[in-house]
């Protein structure tokens, strides 16, 4: 087979998960032979890395397809791909829908898709969408950034909250064993990459389905084991890792995060909603009072812990009362970040077969009443970076002034300041906050840690 000098293009949609299960793929395909295409009218092959949490995030994936699809009838030897969650939802049913398809693959087929390609260029439209054990990707993935990666340490999810669909898109849990993540880290660590973020639908959930002890003897089966376990891999400066679930989330984790020096003081637990009848109908598994007593328990140990969730409104028959908790929560509580969403019914879920279903009218409402009060709350809560000294990781220029460098707090603020990128990335940078927004800060320079010549 001859791929010198074929094309490949992939867009990605959806979470970390698939952005972290692209590059694998990419660096398959490169593995393979392909070169990058930044313009998918260029490519010979194109790759369409789904996401069906909501219903618009579905859709968008179908106009994009259209327009590939019609370009196949002038190049036949366009190879087109759906990957990710759509795939897996839709399976076979794609290739009813987009005959022009060439590969319909779940998100636990990822790491075979040198495999698949080969039954497609040999003549065959292959589904590839029953559950598998996922192997170890042996091939280096192409990664956006060199500064920070993503690691997966649990794939799946077997949780059943009746709004949503990852469960049934993304298979049980899956943990990787504790060896291979380390390995992978002291990879990125070699490879001069500074930050990683360990990855799980449901985090918590990590070491439930492993032995519970490694080969050297140490006791290992949960998330804060892993933490004590990966934590002095050297290059590796900081570490997070999501999401977190609050019915599993422990104190013992929040411990080892205030102990362990490169674990950064950044939490993302989505609550979804403030009211106790309606996170028992999404099937969450704790009260709002319990998602509060996580949250203060944490700023116990750590006064300044940033604090993002997301959270949805208008879930079937949600009262304005129950509406109004969600309000008050976020009002009590003062998020960092909030990523916010109106319920999407979707296919092969609970939720989207009962009766007391809302209007979009009511839920863009409500949408938009709790969007104001999440920029309102974060605008607060960057006050107190002003006139702050904080550490900025350097991950890439400001797009949208050259002169600036841009990167993240331990807290994951985004911060902007004058700065070369060619010097600084992947550098950490001691910055005084001299403005704050509601989502980003921009500050001075002070001082360049482990630079080697420069010091500004
Ligand atoms: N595993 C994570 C997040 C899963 S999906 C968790 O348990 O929190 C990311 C977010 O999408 C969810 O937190 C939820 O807020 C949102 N979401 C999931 N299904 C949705 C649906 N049907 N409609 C609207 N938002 C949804
Ligand atoms: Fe979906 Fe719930 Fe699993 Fe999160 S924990 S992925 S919301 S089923
Ligand atoms: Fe979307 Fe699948 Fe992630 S549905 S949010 S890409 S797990």
Partial sequence: MTTLSRHYHITTFGCQMNKADSERMAGI?????????????QADLILYNTCSIRDNAEQKVYSYLGRQAKRK????????IVAGCVAQQEGEALLRRVPELDLVMGPQHANRLKDLLQQVFDGNQVVATEPVHIMEDITKPRRDSHVSAWVNVIYGCNERCTYCVVPNVRGVEQSRTPQAIRTQMEELG????????????????????????????????????????VHDVPGIERIRFATSHPRYFTERLIKA??????????????FQSGDNEVLKRMSRGYTHEKYRRIIDTIRQYMPDASISADAIVGFPGETEEQFEKTLKLVEDIGFDQLNTAAYSPRPGTPAATWDEQLSEETK??????????????????????????EEVLVEDQNPKDKTQVMGRTRGNRLTFFAGDIKELKGKLVKVRITEVRAFSLTGEPVEVRKAVHSLI
């Fill in 73 to 80: 009838h002038e190049q036949p030897d366009l190879t087109l």
């Fill in 364 to 389: 863009s409402d409500r949408l938009q009443r709790l969007n104001y009060l999440v920029g309102t709350k974060a605008a607060e809560r960057s006050q107190r970076y002003m006139g702050r000294m």
């Fill in 257 to 270: 995060c205030a102990e362990l020096p490169k674990v950064c003081e950044h939490f993302h637990i989505p």
């Fill in 190 to 229: 070699r490879l001069g990459f500074k930050e990683v973020t360990l990855l799980g639908q449901n985090i918590d959930a990590y070491g439930r389905d492993l032995p519970g002890v490694t080969p050297e003897g140490r006791h290992l089966n949960t998330l804060t084991d892993l933490l004590y376990y």
């Fill in 29 to 41: 395909l490169e593995d393979m032979g392909f070169e990058w295409s930044e313009d998918p009218n």
